[in-house]
């Protein structure tokens, strides 16, 4: 897979790229980066990328001109731009499911934005908006590096185990089941039975409802989703009178 990266601080992406999982991708040459600094592409004299919205109102925009021509200049030099994604309050909320469709994808260029906004004819050029949460960061370098971080963990060969990610939270719809390592008595506490009984049916059994009943918990919103086996219902039902 093809990144690229336009930002006012690319410097800022050098410890994600070199360390763990993504770290291990560039160097399998699985991942390919590349960063940009948009303000290389301003045309004003004193460099500035940013301006005041027409209409008033507070804060600068970021112009349309420099990311303009700092994204021709990259599909230039890679050949293509693939999907771009713009970083932005108002894209689509950024969620295990997305990661899986980018995780699909040759190319992903990602614009980080600064300041108050943009201008809006920078969107012309946008494929996805994407938002990682209902919040307000300083710009938009840290929630690339969040998509980027769940999106290149699902390509083939980045994790050590390539069962990990399909039983990751999410990814099965439902939140993990809890998990143990040695030794099976810590402290008084201790790993339940069935784990340790080598009958793996039990076991994954055992791990589905309690993924179940950790979703039911804490992510009820996720089961409203789910077309729920007659099983799964029946586990519902106990844990309803468990509450009761």
């Known amino acids: 897979m093809k990144i690229d990266i336009l930002s006012l601080f690319p410097e800022m992406f050098g410890g994600i790229l070199s360390s763990s999982i993504i770290g291990k991708a ?8 590349s960063l940009t600094n948009f ?31 700092a994204l021709a200049d990259v599909n230039e030099k ?6 771009v994604i713009l ?7 950024f969620d295990q499911k997305a990661a899986e469709e980018l995780a699909k994808e040759p190319q992903l260029t990602f614009i ?17 908006e994407f938002s990682i949460g ?13 998509m980027i971080d769940a999106t290149v963990r699902l390509l083939p060969e980045v994790l050590g185990n390539s069962a990990s990610a399909p039983d ?40 589905q409802k309690e993924a179940l009943y950790k979703t039911y918990q804490r992510r009820p919103d996720l089961l409203e989703e789910r077309q729920l086996s007659e099983k799964e219902k029946h586990w519902i039902s106990l844990f309803k009178q468990k509450r009761s």
């Open 26 to 33: 560039v160097e399998k040459n699985i991942l390919d980066v």
């Open 39 to 69: 303000r290389d592409f301003t045309t004003d004299r004193q460099n500035h990328v940013d301006d005041y919205p027409y209409g008033g109102g507070a804060g600068m925009l970021l112009q349309a001109q420099p990311i303009y021509d």
């Open 78 to 83: 890679r050949g293509s731009l693939g999907r």
């Open 87 to 93: 970083l932005d309050p108002a894209g689509r909320k």
């Open 112 to 128: 980080c934005g600064h300041y108050e906004g943009y201008d809006e004819r920078i969107k012309r050029l946008v494929t996805d």
């Open 134 to 146: 209902d919040f307000v960061l300083t710009g938009g370098e840290l929630g690339a590096m969040v």
């Open 168 to 207: 990751d939270s999410f990814s099965s719809g439902l939140l993990e089941y809890p998990q143990y390592t040695r030794p099976a008595d810590f402290r008084g506490l201790k790993v339940p039975d069935v784990l340790l009984s080598g009958n793996h049916q039990k076991i994954a059994e055992w791990r």
